[in-house]
């Protein structure tokens, strides 16, 4: 009886220790995706001000792709493959 009860328990603490190290990994990664999304936002920023320097209106260009989004009738999006 008392090693069907010793197996339980190093059953349930190897399944804890499983999860807390998935989550550990989990965050680990999360950590690192947060780091890669801030990059990418300061590379885009760095775009944008040179795109403005050059005299680009991104606010009017994203004006018009609205407008012609909104006359464009729904449905006849190309799948991606036919766009790249």
Do not use: W, Y
Not at 5 to 14: L, S, V
Not at 34 to 57: A, C, N, P, R, T
Request: aromatic residues 2%.
């Amino acid at each position: 009886m008392a090693k069907k009860q010793n197996k339980i328990k190093q059953n349930k603490d190897e399944q804890i220790g499983f999860h807390k190290g998935a989550l550990s990994t989990l965050a680990k990664e999360r950590q690192e995706l947060i780091k890669m999304l801030q990059i990418v936002e300061q590379l885009m920023q760095l775009h944008i001000k040179s795109l403005k320097e050059l005299g680009v209106d991104l606010e009017e260009e994203a004006k018009k792709i609205k407008e012609s989004q909104e006359l464009k009738p729904k449905g006849t999006d190309k799948p991606i493959d036919d766009l790249i």
